[in-house]
């Protein structure tokens, strides 16, 4: 994975290229499948991306080295990474309850034991790591359709996302891998309840202007099964070659899928990756989470009685982690500028029974608080309770509301004539809307985020930016069309200011780790570079479990004379990049540790 310097130039590819190549293979397929209509039914999608940034990655990991790792993140992972909650069970208990669920299950130990092995249930072998545990699935397989020139399978189109989420087996119940009716798009015609059909994707093409790319389909559209004579490039006929995922057998007719608001449209019984899900199971015990994430909070090394923060810790996957690492003992605050995804990680820590977990509403962005702020103390969340912290942050106003009012009704009574000075007419809108649609997800849930403005300099023993990223590491992912190169060095500018607020948070021979689920190198080696070049009290520290590979090394020169350096030698094995093609079969990330010394 090591790099020397590159030289990134102008691509030679442009829109009309693309677009003309994608006209070119349709007709090439249109050809192959004359002759074996077979060929279609089957998953073998290509992930596009912008030529630019195709050309950018090619140059930083090497064609072949990049081929492998587009086809990767069209795959998701062929095991479910779980952790257990150790405060409350161990690894050997839930091996067994998961164990018993499987083997009840339609879609469970019978189906995975399908390649052979004992069973689909392991211990994570790597040393600190044994409360994690493996349940391993099963796929590609390879599916009947029934498909022949004279007889084409039914067909239902969905989204891309809808595709995702059933490869990745998100947001299902054990024994059935759902179509929910908003991710139907099209289906073929004379579809009625009970029938079999074929699950296909829809993907977006490019459009007429650069970077434009749709779906380019009215919801409801008819499916054609075969080549017509009159027009045998029939929209997403060519287009669905490859992007089949599976079996199922239709719950509504074709007129009810495009009626009814929600439900479930197809039951997806035979699918080409074979994937239990564990959602609502063992709810507080086990908690399913990416090994590269498991691994960050380990290099992150928490003690007991230390003073935490996390950053950006939405869903709290992280957050509840480091908890169980510090055997929830100290202080862990875990921020998010987000109040409903504040009130997640409160949800989550209470599932599991943490009570170290001190949650805010805070910009990453603005963590530091100013010296002239106007008040010295916050209101942090701790499940259910609420207590003061000093030296911190106020509530802001509108969380100080009377008791057994809803914000809507509160708003509403202070609200000021249309035309008044002190409320725009904007807000009238809102206030007007939010009586109109009855009391939102705080009010209806008895939740409450407190709103933090900062904490002084120097305040935890340890940081954890987790980064809102690209997310170019996340599998399955059938489109990446939309990133540009530009977008791409612009995340990693916005990551490095939110990397400024946290090398200040910590305080002096503390830790700062940084992650990212992405393999864009504007995201984690050239921030690393920036960090270090930066501030010279930051030094890379070694990370422990070390299962990751190594970083790049170099620099990137931009066609604009924008120069983009990465890692220098020696510097690439202190940092994990995890690549999704490897062996570890994770999905990508990247994971870097710093020490921080005197920082005068």
Not at 92 to 112: F, H, P, Q, R, Y
Not at 547 to 569: A, M, N, Q, T
Request: net charge neutral; proline share 6%.
């Amino acid at each position: 994975m090591k790099k020397a310097r590159v030289l990134l130039k102008p691509s030679l590819l442009h829109r009309a290229t693309t677009i003309s190549s994608s006209a070119s293979q349709s007709r090439s397929l249109s050809r192959q499948m004359e002759t074996n209509p077979s060929s279609r039914y089957c998953y073998d999608p290509v992930l596009r991306w912008d030529p630019q940034v195709e050309d950018y990655f090619n140059k930083a990991y090497g064609p072949d080295h990049f081929a492998q790792i587009s086809k990767a993140l069209t795959r998701p992972s062929s095991y479910s990474c779980i952790r257990v909650n150790t405060v409350k069970t161990t690894s050997d208990a839930v091996i067994e309850k998961l164990t018993k669920i499987l083997n009840e299950s339609d879609d469970g130990l019978k189906l995975l034991q399908s390649d052979g092995r004992s069973s689909p249930i392991s211990k994570c072998q790597i040393p600190g790591l044994e409360y994690v545990v493996f349940v391993h699935g099963s796929g590609p397989h390879r599916i009947e359709y029934g498909s022949g020139l004279e007889s084409p399978p039914k067909e239902v189109l969905v989204s891309r996302k809808c595709a995702e989420a059933v490869l990745r087996g998100a947001q299902v119940k054990l024994n059935l891998y759902s179509v929910y009716v908003p991710g139907v798009l099209a289906c073929t015609a004379h579809v009625e309840k009970g029938d079999a059909v074929a699950v296909c994707v829809a993907m977006e093409q490019p459009g007429d202007d650069e970077g434009d790319w749709s779906v380019n389909m009215t919801r409801g559209t008819t499916l054609q099964g075969l080549p017509s004579g009159k027009n045998p490039n029939h929209p997403f006929y060519c287009e669905r070659s490859g992007l089949y995922i599976g079996m199922g057998t239709t719950m509504l007719s074709r007129a009810g899928m495009f009626r009814v608001p929600h439900g479930v449209a197809v039951d997806l019984s035979n699918r080409v990756f074979r994937l239990p899900s564990f959602h609502n199971v063992l709810e507080g015990e086990i908690f399913l989470q990416n090994l590269p994430s498991i691994i960050a909070a380990h290099a992150l090394d928490p003690q007991k009685g230390e003073r935490i923060l996390d950053m950006c810790a939405a869903p709290g996957g992280k957050t509840t982690a480091i908890a169980i690492l510090m055997n929830d003992e100290g202080e862990i605050v875990a921020a998010d500028r987000s109040h409903n995804k504040v009130l997640d990680v409160q949800k989550l820590s209470a599932e599991m029974g943490l009570s170290c977990i001190t949650t805010c509403k805070l910009d990453a962005l603005k963590s530091v608080r100013l010296p002239n702020a106007l008040s010295d103390s916050t209101t942090l969340v701790n499940g259910d309770n609420i207590g003061s912290v000093t030296n911190h942050s106020d509530l802001s106003s509108n969380e100080e509301m009377a008791p057994g009012r809803s914000e809507a009704e509160e708003n509403a009574s202070t609200e000021q004539p249309s035309g008044g000075d002190n409320v725009s007419q904007a807000e009238i809108r809102k206030n007007k809307g939010r009586l109109k649609n009855g009391r939102g997800r705080t009010q209806s849930q008895g939740g409450r985020a407190g709103k933090s403005q900062g904490f002084p300099p120097n305040s935890f023993d340890r940081v954890l930016l987790d980064a809102p990223c690209s997310a170019l590491g996340l599998r399955p992912r059938l489109f990446a069309g939309l990133e540009t190169v530009i977008s791409l060095r612009n995340h990693g500018r916005y990551q490095r200011k939110m990397l400024d607020q946290a090398v200040q948070l910590v305080r002096v021979g503390g830790i700062l780790v940084y992650s990212t689920c992405t393999i864009n190198p504007s995201e984690n080696e050239a921030v690393v570079r920036y960090a270090l070049d930066k501030y010279k009290f930051l030094s890379l520290a070694p990370q422990h479990p070390r299962i990751g590979g190594p970083g790049l090394v170099g620099r990137c020169e931009f066609p604009d004379g924008y120069v983009e350096e990465w890692l220098k030698p020696g510097e690439e094995e202190m940092v994990q990049k995890f690549d999704p093609s490897s062996e570890l079969d994770t999905i990508g990330f990247f994971i870097a540790k710093f020490s921080v010394g005197p920082k005068d």
